[in-house]
């Protein structure tokens, strides 16, 4: 092997390894709490980059840790990472309940929860946060299944890791 060709080897292996950490990943759902948007083993491709260059935005798909460590989402961090959606970002009075989420931003516009929900049982009591300057709210579309932000509370800019671009679910035939 010549030196050269080592080179070469080395920055296709250095180009790979930051193209995985930083632009695109794949990570896999685990769990029924985005049904019935993402099902359980959809493998989705995620970027943390995309994440880092533009503010989160409602209706986004994120993946989020709860530790906000820099090596969640990798198989030996040992952190959860959740697969969930921004339902309310900064200045938004969010008010919930096991099952309805109500948002109402900054300006006073009431948003409707246009995203799909799987059916759930409400108790109707209903708590209320305004979500402060690097906050965000998130939730899973099945709000009867779901571990989020109306359990462990809202999420900062820095626990949210990285933005779903794509999702395939892969069945196999009979």
């Known amino acids: 092997m010549n030196t050269k060709s080592v080179a070469s080897s080395a920055f296709t292996f ?17 769990g029924a709490s985005m049904m019935p948007t993402l099902h359980d083993k959809d493998v989705l491709i995620v ?5 880092r260059l533009f ?13 906000a460590s820099p090596l969640c989402g990798f198989v030996f961090s040992g952190d959860t990472q959740y697969v969930k959606r921004i339902v ?14 109500l948002v109402t931003t900054s300006t006073g516009r009431e948003i409707k929860e246009t995203q799909p929900t799987m059916s759930c049982h409400d108790r109707w ?3 209320q946060i305004v979500l402060p300057e690097g906050m965000y709210f998130v939730a899973g ?12 509370g809202p999420v900062s800019r820095a626990q ?14 009979p």
């Open 55 to 67: 503010q989160p935005t409602r209706g986004d798909i994120v993946t989020v840790c709860l530790s």
């Open 125 to 127: 009591d209903f708590k």
């Open 88 to 101: 309310a970002v900064p200045g938004d009075v969010v008010r919930y309940s096991s099952c309805n989420i």
């Open 47 to 51: 970027s943390p980059l995309a994440e």
């Open 160 to 173: 949210i890791h990285a933005k779903v671009l794509a999702q395939m679910r892969l069945t196999l035939a």
């Open 14 to 30: 250095v180009a790979s390894i930051l193209c995985i950490v930083l632009v695109m990943r794949p990570t896999v759902v685990s």
């Open 141 to 152: 579309d099945n709000r009867g299944n779901s571990l989020d932000s109306r359990y462990f």
